[in-house]
């Protein structure tokens, strides 16, 4: 008699139409107002051949300078301590708490390579606008760089056998992942801006 186990997952939390109508319109225009008045951030863009804006590099205070990031904070600060039990994480008393959060808008054309988000232990992106063919997020298997001579996986194999699976969000999709997993975003071929906000969470005191 024979068995295998299944060990070691890798985690993906999806959560859709995590916030209303009012709120994704709010964050939509304090997105677009920043992407033409953060001068700071359009620099550091244009120096780092960054497709479209990112707030990442100028703006650290965006919960408490708009209050619509105030609001989506307070939302995935619920979400975020659900993984963590999800996870079956010993916080020893702390709780996962929001250590930046950052504003994205890509054009058509834009995109975004492989990377991970160090000193952190749950990343994630909400998504307030995504057009028609935006295309998914991509993550890869941690595992990868370790398989040597593993051949291929077939073309057909079931989805948590692939060496990269794509999650295609919508507008109020939620997407949370344990930080040291590699992910990326495929070229953007929609007709239109694609508008998220990304965000890094620590451990911090329950204080």
């Known amino acids: ?54 707030s990442y590099a100028s703006l650290n205070d965006l919960p408490w300078r708009i209050p619509a990031f105030g609001k989506l904070e307070r939302l995935l600060d619920r979400h975020a301590a659900n993984l963590a039990k999800a996870l079956h994480w010993d916080l020893k008393g702390g709780k996962p708490k929001c250590d930046s959060l950052w504003v994205n808008v890509m054009p058509e054309g834009g995109h975004h390579t492989s990377h991970i988000h160090p000193n952190s232990v749950i990343s994630g992106t909400y998504y307030v606008k995504v057009p028609k063919g935006a295309g998914p997020i991509v993550y890869e298997d941690p595992r990868l760089a370790m398989m040597m001579a593993a051949p291929p996986r077939k073309s057909g194999a079931p989805r948590e056998f692939k060496s990269h699976v794509s999650e295609t969000p919508k507008a109020g999709t939620l997407l949370l992942w344990e930080s040291w997993l590699r992910h990326e975003v495929p070229l953007n071929r929609a007709d239109g801006e694609r508008i998220s906000v990304s965000f890094n969470y620590v451990i911090g005191s329950d204080s």
């Open 1 to 54: 008699m024979s068995k295998i186990t299944a060990l070691f997952p890798t985690h993906i939390y999806r959560a859709d139409a995590i916030a209303g109508a009012r709120l994704n319109a709010e964050l939509e225009v304090a997105a677009l107002s920043l992407s033409r008045d953060d001068a700071a951030g359009l620099r550091w863009c244009e120096k780092h051949g960054y497709p479209g804006y990112t």
